[in-house]
């Protein structure tokens, strides 16, 4: 791929991020997830045209927006995998997840999850998460690792490279009746 392409990929995934943490108001410590279809990046269809640098491109892109709030990346593998979440060891410990044993490839858990397992300090796999928002990039379905109640947000961009994202915050469940009274989330 071409670097400006690839450099492209990375501001679009720094932008969406960073628009994303603005409306979800995370704290340091929660996590954060995010499916990523390389193949749909490049125009291709998502688990057949795999794509290592345009993955890393959004990596590069997403991890120190991340890293600078204090917000664990969660990285879904592709269906192969079970779609499993690739994650530091600290927050799979901090939140009681459970190893499971693979390590993701490019063709078996997804140019995504591979990047994510080189580059994380200690990686660990684990079935799943609650994260507290997320991205899917090209239709990967994060939502089995959402929080309960996931609340769409609307980004200024619509897509990384050619894939379409959806993007969505959580809150706590509204509870009580006609009487309750809320906080804001």
């Known amino acids: 791929m071409e670097q400006e392409t690839l450099f492209e990929i990375s501001r679009q995934s720094r932008q969406a991020v960073e628009e994303l943490l603005n409306a979800a108001n995370l704290r340091a410590g929660d996590i954060f997830v995010i499916g990523c279809s390389s193949s749909e990046i490049v125009g291709g269809h998502i688990g057949k045209d795999s794509s290592m640098e345009a993955a890393k491109a959004v990596l590069d892109g997403v991890l120190p927006a991340l890293k600078a709030r204090g917000i664990y990346l969660a990285a879904q593998c592709c269906e192969h995998l079970n779609r499993a979440i690739v994650l530091e060891r600290a927050a799979a410990e901090q939140y009681g997840y459970e190893q499971v044993n ?29 994260a507290g928002a997320g991205i899917d990039i090209g239709g990967t379905l994060i ?22 994202i959806l993007c969505a915050r959580c809150r706590p469940k509204y509870i009580g009746g006609e009487r309750a009274v ?4």
């Open 102 to 130: 693979a390590v993701p490839q490019p063709h078996a858990g997804g140019s995504w999850a591979t990047n994510c397992w080189q580059a994380f300090a200690e990686p660990v796999l684990v079935e799943e998460v609650r």
């Open 143 to 164: 939502g089995m690792h959402l929080r309960r109640v996931a609340v769409p947000v609307r980004l200024s961009l619509d897509h990384i490279g050619k894939a379409h």
């Open 182 to 185: 809320y906080q804001k989330f």
